[in-house]
C-alpha cells in the first residue's frame, strides 16, 4: 500500500501566517496559525525578519500536529509583497523589514517624483507612483540604518522564508513585480530605480516563477517530517489564491471577498504600455503573475471593512447572515442608499417608515458592489473582457452578497475552497516535487496555459 503524500501551503499574512497541508488532490486536511510580529515604533510598522521565520514556523508545526501520517512532499510560501530582507555576507539580516503599509517614506516618494515623471513610471513598472512599494522604503533604509550599507542580498519576505528553510535564494516574478525596480515589460532590472534607491542589480538574486523548485528542507531545520520537502516561493498572496481557486488561466477574474477585497484578473503579457499607464491611473496595477506567462491586474478595495461596520451597526454578527440575508434577498429592490468608506462616517440615506435592517444590508451590499465594479469595469475597458468570475474568501459565503455580485456581473462562481492563497501555495509546491498536487479536473483543477519554469538564472 502506498504512504500519503501532502503538500503545505504557507501563506505569510499581514495578520498571520496560514499553514495548510493538503493531500494530493486539492483536499485540506490540518491548519495552523501564528500571528505577524510587527512592532509599532515612533517611526511606524516594522518587525524583526528573524521573528518572522520563527511565527511561519509555528505556523507550519501547529498544522503539522495535525496531519495524518505521511510523507510531507513539498512545501511553498507565497505572501504580502513590498517588504523586504536585507542580508549581510554572513545571511544575517542587516535592518528590520518596514510594512508595507507604512509611511515614513514620504519625502522618499517626493523625491522619486522628481526622478521619474507619474505616468513613466507606471508605463515601466505596471504601478502607480504612490507609497506602498519597496523602492521608496529601500531609499528610507539606506539613508537612516547604518547596517543598511553592510548588505549583500536582499529578499521578499516570502522568499526569506524559504532561505531560512534552507532553500535557495530567489526572486520571484510576481513579488519583483511589486518592487518598482523591475521593467515590466521585458522582466529586467530598471538601472534608474535602483541607483536612486541605493540598491544594485548585484542584490537581486535569479528572478524565477512561482512553483520553481529551491531545493529542500534541510534536515536541522524545523519539524522533522518536513526535511527533505521540495521549496518553492509561490509569490504574492493574491496571485497564489487566484491559482488556489482555479482561476489562473488569462481573462479569469478572481474576487477576494475579505476585509479588503480585491479582484485579480490574469491576462496576456501583452497590453500596451500607455494602457498600463491607464490602468495605474485607475489605481490598478499591472505586474507578472505567479502563474509563468501571465500578467495579473490588481485592484482592491476596503469593501469587506465596510460590510462589517454595517452590520455591527445593525447589531448583527456574521452567525445573524443567514437570516438577515434571506430577508435582504426577498426584497425587489430598497429606496435607502448606504455611503461607507473604509474609514470615517458612513451616511445611510433614505430610510422610511417601512425600511428594516433588511434593506439597510441590501443597499450597503450594492454599494460595496458598485465600488467593486468601478475596478471590474476599467480593467474590461482597458484589457477587454473577463473570462469567468470566481469568488472566494469570507464575504463570498453570504447568499445575498453573491446574489448583488450575480446582478451586476452575470455568473459568479464560488468554488468550495477556503484559504485559496494556502492551498496556491500547496499547488506550486507540488510542481516543485514534480507531482501533480491538483484535481485534473472540476471547479477545483489547477489550470494554467503554460508550465511553471525558471525565467533566468543570472547568479550575480
Do not use: Y
Request: contains cysteine.
Amino acid at each position: 500500500m502506498s504512504r500519503s503524500r501532502f503538500f503545505i501551503g504557507l501563506d505569510v499574512g499581514t495578520t498571520t501566517s496560514k499553514a495548510v497541508v493538503f493531500t494530493e488532490s486539492g483536499e485540506a486536511v490540518a491548519s495552523g496559525r501564528a500571528d505577524t510580529p510587527w512592532t509599532l515604533t515612533a517611526l511606524g510598522t516594522e518587525l524583526d525578519p528573524r521573528l518572522l521565520l520563527i511565527s511561519a514556523l509555528d505556523a507550519v508545526a501547529a498544522a503539522l500536529a495535525f496531519c495524518p501520517d505521511g510523507e510531507i512532499a513539498g512545501l511553498g510560501v507565497a505572501g504580502f509583497a513590498e517588504s523586504g530582507v536585507l542580508l549581510d555576507r554572513h545571511g544575517e539580516p542587516v535592518a528590520p523589514v518596514i510594512a508595507w503599509h507604512d509611511t515614513r517614506d514620504t519625502a522618499e516618494l517626493a523625491d522619486l517624483g522628481k526622478l521619474v515623471a507619474p505616468q513613466e513610471f507606471s508605463a515601466t513598472t505596471g504601478l502607480p507612483l504612490r507609497q506602498q512599494w519597496s523602492l521608496t522604503k529601500h531609499r528610507w533604509l539606506v539613508d537612516n540604518v547604518p547596517g543598511t550599507r553592510n548588505a549583500v542580498r536582499r529578499l521578499n519576505v516570502a522568499e526569506w522564508i524559504v532561505r531560512g528553510l534552507g532553500g535557495d535564494e530567489a526572486t520571484e516574478q510576481s513579488l519583483a513585480s511589486r518592487t518598482g525596480w523591475l521593467r515590466l515589460a521585458d522582466r529586467t532590472w530598471w538601472t534608474d530605480t535602483l541607483e536612486w534607491s541605493g540598491a544594485t542589480e548585484r542584490l537581486m538574486p535569479p528572478l524565477v516563477t512561482a512553483g520553481t523548485s529551491l531545493g529542500r528542507v534541510r534536515a536541522e531545520i524545523g519539524p522533522d517530517r518536513l526535511s527533505g520537502a521540495a521549496l518553492t516561493v509561490a509569490g504574492h498572496d493574491h496571485q497564489a489564491a487566484a491559482i488556489g481557486a482555479g482561476a489562473g488561466r488569462t481573462g479569469d477574474e478572481l474576487d477576494s471577498c475579505g476585509t479588503a477585497e480585491a479582484l485579480v484578473r490574469t491576462v496576456a503579457p501583452e497590453l500596451p504600455s500607455q494602457v498600463v499607464a491607464d490602468l495605474a491611473d485607475a489605481g490598478i496595477t499591472t505586474g507578472w503573475h505567479a502563474a509563468a506567462d501571465h500578467w495579473c491586474l490588481l485592484g482592491a478595495t476596503q469593501g469587506g471593512l465596510a460590510l462589517q461596520r454595517v452590520l455591527a451597526m445593525l447589531g448583527r454578527t456574521r452567525a445573524d447572515l443567514p437570516e438577515l440575508d434571506a430577508a435582504a434577498m426577498a426584497l425587489t429592490k430598497t429606496a435607502v442608499r448606504v455611503h461607507a468608506p473604509a474609514f470615517g462616517k458612513i451616511d445611510i440615506l433614505g430610510v422610511g417608515d417601512g425600511d428594516g435592517p433588511e434593506h439597510i444590508w441590501r443597499a450597503a451590499l450594492e454599494a460595496v458592489t458598485n465600488q467593486v465594479a468601478i475596478i471590474h469595469d476599467a480593467m474590461s475597458e482597458l484589457s477587454g473582457p473577463h473570462r469567468r468570475l470566481v469568488a472566494t474568501g469570507g464575504w463570498s459565503r453570504s447568499e445575498a452578497f453573491i446574489e448583488a455580485r450575480r446582478r451586476r456581473f452575470g455568473h459568479v462562481e464560488r468554488p468550495e475552497v477556503t484559504e485559496a492563497g494556502s492551498r496556491g501555495a500547496a499547488l506550486l509546491a507540488g510542481i516543485a516535487a514534480g507531482h501533480h498536487a491538483h484535481p485534473a479536473g472540476g471547479p477545483l483543477a489547477f489550470e494554467l496555459d503554460s508550465p511553471q519554469t525558471a525565467i533566468s538564472e543570472n547568479h550575480l
